[in-house]
């Protein structure tokens, strides 16, 4: 497609399960990251990858969050044990590279954890 | 620890007037400054960015303002129109570095 992205748009899960969030980016863009915005709030870093190197892990908030990007393309963030405060908007955004160029976003999951 | 800070929530301006929306910043490092629209349901879209060695960038009817010795930066918006109307992030990032640091976003009105 032509732009980033993700699925499901929604996403409804009761506390303590497991949810899987899936992002697919431009085709030929190299750096993907992650962003969530929880309601009033501004866009706050999950985790970043580019290429074939180390993500940049430094925003996930705890360890029961992990991200994984396959091949270079499809990535997924996996949230274990959802608890009620990670309720939020999670995006996924892709750029050509990471040498200041934009970041273009996905439509967002919203997720909800009752 | 919020390096970029947007202090207004909201803006109502009249249609065909200019908007102004302003952004600072905390960490003299970030040397590329972008300004992002995002409508409701719908993820952010890039507006226009602007490099620490300009001043001024401008596109249509958008330009973005940097004042590098106060932090700060500005996005005016003229005219405005109803379809302007979103919430506008602003974000920071150095250079070779990963992460888009963002405000906590203005929701502009336009009135018409």
């Known amino acids: 497609g032509a732009g980033v992205s993700q699925s499901p748009s929604n996403k409804v899960t009761e506390k303590g399960k497991d949810v899987e969030l899936r992002c697919d980016p431009i085709?030929?863009?190299?750096?993907l990251y992650w962003y969530r915005q929880s309601l009033g709030q501004g866009l706050e870093f999950l985790i970043y990858f580019q290429g074939n190197s180390a993500p940049d892990k430094s925003g996930l908030p705890s360890d029961r969050f992990s991200a994984e990007r396959t091949g270079g393309s499809v990535s997924t963030l996996t949230i274990q044990r959802t608890q009620q405060e990670d309720s939020a908007v999670y995006l996924c955004?892709?750029?050509?590279?990471?040498?200041?160029?934009?970041?273009?976003f996905g439509q967002g999951t919203r997720l909800t954890v009752v | 620890d919020q390096q970029v800070k947007q202090n207004s929530p909201s803006l109502s301006v009249q249609e065909g007037r200019i908007s102004i929306l302003n952004c600072d910043y905390t960490n003299s490092m970030f040397d590329y400054f972008l300004w992002y629209k995002k409508y409701p349901a719908e993820g952010p879209t890039f507006l226009i960015s602007i490099s620490s060695i300009k001043d001024k960038n401008e596109d249509g009817r958008f330009t973005v303002f940097l004042n590098k010795s106060a932090k700060h930066l500005s996005l005016h918006i003229v005219p405005s129109q109803p379809g302007d109307s979103a919430v506008y992030f602003c974000?920071?990032?150095?250079?070779?570095?990963?992460?888009?640091?963002f405000g906590s976003g203005t929701k502009l009105n336009v009135k018409p």
């Open positions: 974000a920071a990032s150095r250079y070779s570095f990963n992460k888009f640091y």
């Open positions: 955004a892709s750029s050509l590279d990471n040498m200041n160029t934009e970041a273009f």
């Open positions: 085709s030929g863009h190299t750096a």
